[in-house]
């Protein structure tokens, strides 16, 4: 049997969504808040983060797409000034 070349690494594609977790989220989010970011999965059936796709459930993990979650936080904060 051949050798496989290394170049056959290079071709696995690079993954169009990076999905997080809520720890990750509030690491590189710091005006963020754990609980507050549960508390948007807790209501994500009613606020809207379901239908919009930024959630997904791998068994009990739940793993958030941040662009996603971001762009949907943009509707909800009251804006100052």
């Known amino acids: 049997m051949p050798p496989i070349p290394a170049a056959s690494a290079a071709t696995i594609p690079t993954p169009s969504r990076v999905l997080v977790t809520v720890k990750q989220l509030v690491a590189v989010q710091p005006a963020l808040s754990e609980g507050g970011v549960r508390w948007d999965l807790f209501n994500r059936d009613i606020n809207g983060l379901t239908k919009i796709g930024a959630i997904f459930r791998r068994g009990r993990r739940i793993l958030i ?14 804006r100052v000034g």
């Open 65 to 78: 797409d941040p662009e996603a979650y971001l762009r949907w936080l943009e509707t909800r904060i009251e």
